[in-house]
């Protein structure tokens, strides 16, 4: 019996120290099936995401799901601490380790104890080891706990610098797109100030964000459950809003070189394919259509409206539906497991970006802004 505990508390330690190395220090997906963190986070996401459903829609619920990602990452990191305390009181029973102690009798409490107080260094010297292996065990685990709290330390920066550079992309897409992003409103406003060729440069951005949010999110897939700051913008419509634009402009518009379009287009893509994979986001095969052929129309007339020259046919439709094809099953599942919004294609009615419906918007000063206004839209 004591064998068979000895041997399931190394299990649990050896197993939490892998899970917390893959975690925090290995900088690629872990593909094996078994992970404590992958349980962790879909056991608890599932349980945070069913009372987020009863929580009512907009800013209450928004803000609920929004603990989630910061309080998860502090409750994995204590349940790993609190696990590997666990494993060696455990391992300690079953070797009945010998301590000098106050208590008359040593129980299992007193090696919980006794490993806590091992593990975080404190070293009150109430509770010592006698046998040479019960020495070596203690000290294992105070080395153990001084790096594993040192990690912790240097890993929580790292995720929230990952975060800050996420956002500030997010944040600059509020003027250019709209609030939410749409590929007309984006399209739209560049026509409306004569410069479509600022497309390309904009799209060149977008593609490094792309492959960064594919790289950090696949290091740290807690990442996915951070929202953002304002409630109608997040990294899943920011994403879509430029895979519309990528997909708009390689099939529809003429006169320029779609090649950083499709550039943009294939990592955009990837991103979204792959955090499918790793969030276990099935694509989903009936969703919402986005762009029916009413709102389409609506799109190419108000595009070449302000200077664009588009394909026309049933060809380029095609061709527009195709690429769609090719990401709305992925962002579409995204959106339903994470409770993601996505962006329109085109809005239905005007909306105000998120810097026009601030308190600085009575500022005297910002009615000279050269930003597009959206009064004369109808997106």
Known sequence: MNLLVGLASVAVIVGLLVDAFETTVLPRRVTHRFRFV???????WKCWRG???WVPTGKWRE????????LS??????TWVIGLIFGFALLHWSLGTTVHSPDSTISFVTY????GNTFFTLGYGDVTPVSSLGRVLAVGEAGIGFGFLALIIGYLPVIYQTFSRREAMIALLDARAGSPPSAAQLLWRVGKAGDI??????????ERWSAELLESHLSFPMLSFYRSQHDNQSWLSSLTAVLDTCAVFIALVKDHNPFQAQLTFAISRHAAVDLSLVLKCPPLTEYHNRLPAER???LREALQGVGFVLQEGHLADAKLAELRSMYEPFVN???KRLLFNLPPFVHERNIADNWQRSALKRAPELSSLAAPSTGDTHF
Not at 73 to 78: D, E, R
Not at 197 to 206: K, Q, T, Y
């Open 73 to 78: 990452l502090l409750t994995l990191l204590a």
């Open 296 to 298: 389409l129309q609506h």
């Open 51 to 53: 009372i987020g459903l």
């Open 112 to 115: 919980l104890y006794w490993s």
């Open 38 to 44: 992958r349980l962790f986070y879909v056991t608890t």
């Open 63 to 70: 803000s609920f799901l929004s603990l989630f990602g910061p």
């Open 197 to 206: 060729p600022a497309v390309m440069p904009f799209l060149a951005e977008w």
């Open 333 to 335: 599942g995204l959106s």
